[in-house]
């Protein structure tokens, strides 16, 4: 009932078992990211530095229109899974800015083949679904 009887590819019986054998991270590690990106707030963080160069805290509050605390208690947990960098300045800007944020390669990645790549399908989906009717 609950099962798949026929697998539908040669899929591991243990998950762990998905690592490459001197994998650079652990699969909790991999989990740890997949449920940070998970947040609404964290999710919009790491999509607007990988369609960016790097943003400030401020050019990303104001995109956002989230409080200083939250935003830098999002950035923080994402820095620690690995998915966003902070570049920080010796010198002040002339704006005088010294932080900068930006997406890491596993951010991108993360949002390319996650949660952008199942929004990407479902169009592609709904326009097979929708052309496929008669009418």
């Known amino acids: ?17 998905l690592l490459p054998e001197r994998s650079v991270l652990s699969l909790e590690e991999y989990l740890d990211m997949q449920a940070a990106i998970g947040n609404r707030t964290r999710f919009e963080i790491v999509y607007r530095l990988a369609h960016a160069d790097e943003l400030t805290p401020a050019e990303l509050d ?17 820095r620690d899974v690995g998915l966003v960098e902070k570049r920080v300045r010796t010198e002040r800007d002339r704006d005088g ?18 949660v952008e790549e199942l929004i990407r399908r479902e169009r592609d989906f709904r326009e097979a679904y929708d052309s496929g009717r008669g009418g």
């Open 62 to 78: 104001a995109a956002m229109d989230v409080d200083d605390s939250t935003l830098h208690y999002h950035l923080n947990e994402l």
């Open 97 to 114: 800015l010294y932080a900068y944020y930006r997406s890491t390669v596993l951010g991108d990645v993360i949002l390319e083949h996650g």
């Open 1 to 17: 009932m609950g099962t798949k009887s026929t697998p539908v590819d040669d899929a591991p019986e243990d998950p762990e078992d």
